[in-house]
Structures are given as C-alpha cells and as structure tokens.
C-alpha cells in the first residue's frame, strides 16, 4: 500500500527540517545578524503594541465625546422641563391668586397681619411675625 500524499507529507518535512538547520547555521555563525533580527522583530512589536493604544486612545476619546454630548443634552432637557414646571406652577398661582380676589373672599383675610408683612415695622420679641388669629 502506497500512499502518495504520506511520501509529499514526509518530503516536505526533510525540506523544511534542512531549511530551518540552514538558517539556523547560518545566523548561529553570525551573532550581529541575530542581534538585528531580534531588534528589528521587537521594535516590530513595540509598534504594533503603539498602534493598538493609539487605536484604543482614539476610540475611548469619541466615546468620551459621544457620552459628555448624550450627558449635557440630558440635562438641558431636563432643566428645561423643569423651567417649564415652575414657570406653569407660578402662573397657576398668580391666576389662583387673581381669582380668589375676584370671588369675594373674606376682606379680613388680605388685611391680617400675614399679609402686610412688608409694610409693618419688624416684630419685636413678643409679638410673633405670622398671625394665625384671623377671623371672618
């Protein structure tokens, strides 16, 4: 039994096994070229171990990037929102405030004390600041 795909397998182990003693006779008997393939292979490395950081570095600043513009949109629009509340809860209040006066409510109440807080001198120590003694 011949198989001829063993005899190609086993011929080219023979070639590369006296290929490989060559080279390896031939920078063995030459240590300066040994020293400048070692360099050359390890500054090869030292490069490519360059331009993967700078790859990473590259993509780790877009990401910054994307992820400060996604942050100050968030809070723009989180800050307008809530502009936007405050501005319709004091306009409720002033329209609340309008309306009460409108509908009659009772007179004493806008003349107690509470109310002309700004036109009255500052309390002395015993008399309280808010009055809570108002009466139809």
């Not at 700004?118 to 139809?136: F, K, L, Q």
Request: net charge positive; glycine share 6%.
């Amino acid at each position: 039994m011949f198989n001829p795909l063993l005899v190609l397998r086993q011929r080219f182990r023979h070639l590369a096994r006296k290929r490989g003693a060559a080279v390896s006779q031939a920078v063995g008997n030459r240590p300066f070229l040994t020293g400048i393939a070692g360099t050359l292979i390890a500054t090869a490395m030292a490069g490519l171990t360059l331009a993967t950081l700078y790859s990473g570095r590259t993509d780790a600043l877009n990401h910054a990037r994307e992820t400060s513009a996604n942050l100050v949109s968030l809070i723009s629009s989180d800050l307008a929102r809530n502009v936007e509340i405050y501005d319709l809860s004091l306009q409720e209040i002033v329209h609340r405030s309008r309306r009460s006066r409108r509908s009659g409510i009772c007179p004493t109440i806008c003349a107690a004390p509470c109310c002309s807080i700004a036109r009255r001198s500052p309390p002395t120590s015993a008399e309280p600041m808010w009055s809570t003694s108002v009466a139809c």
